[in-house]
Structures are given as structure tokens and as C-alpha cells.
């Protein structure tokens, strides 16, 4: 039978909330850590190999923006869920 270690270097936490690609377009996070994010963009919508992103979470009072790296593109039912790796995060204290 086949073994389901996990791979990941760092824990994944679920967060959903509505992300904003720099070109103006948005997404939603299924989940995040401090290495990488999974998204879910509407099928058919075009996945760069490399993208600039904007979260935001309110009800932190933080904005985190970040270089992301595409690793996987997925079906996730009538959506596509893309796996990205983070790079050159930054986090902003909203006013």
C-alpha cells in the first residue's frame, strides 16, 4: 500500500478569503503557509508562471503582499486550483 508521508515543510492553515493578482484580478485561498498558498481562480482564467499577489485579511488588520511561484494547476470542481510557492513576502499593518 502506498505511503501518504507529507512533504510539506511548513504547517498549512485554512484561509478563506478573496485575493487580488496586481493585474486587478481576483481569486480566493483555500489555504496558506509561511511558503506557499493554494488559490482558486475560475477555469479558464489564464495562470502566469509567475505572479504578483495582494491578501488581505481584515479582521487581522494586515495586508501581505508577495511574489508567487506556480507549482501545480488542478480541476477543483468547476474552478481551477493553483498550488504557488511564496516568495519575497511582506506584510503591511493596515491603517
Known amino acids: 500500500m ?3 508521508t507529507e512533504r510539506r515543510a511548513q504547517a498549512r492553515e485554512v484561509l478563506s478569503v478573496p ?6 484580478s481576483t481569486a480566493h485561498t483555500r489555504d496558506i503557509s509561511a511558503g ?8 479558464g482564467a489564464p ?5 504578483s499577489l495582494e491578501l488581505t485579511v481584515r479582521r ?3 495586508r501581505f503582499r508577495a511574489f508567487a511561484q506556480t507549482l501545480r494547476i488542478e480541476p477543483a470542481g468547476h474552478r481551477t486550483g493553483v498550488a504557488m510557492r511564496l516568495h519575497a ?6 491603517p
Open 19 to 24: 485575493l487580488t493578482w496586481v493585474d486587478g
Open 36 to 43: 506557499g498558498i493554494y488559490v482558486l481562480v475560475d477555469s
Open 2 to 4: 502506498p505511503s501518504s
Open 60 to 62: 487581522l488588520g494586515l
Open 47 to 51: 495562470i502566469a508562471p509567475w505572479v
Open 89 to 94: 513576502l511582506r506584510m503591511l499593518v493596515l
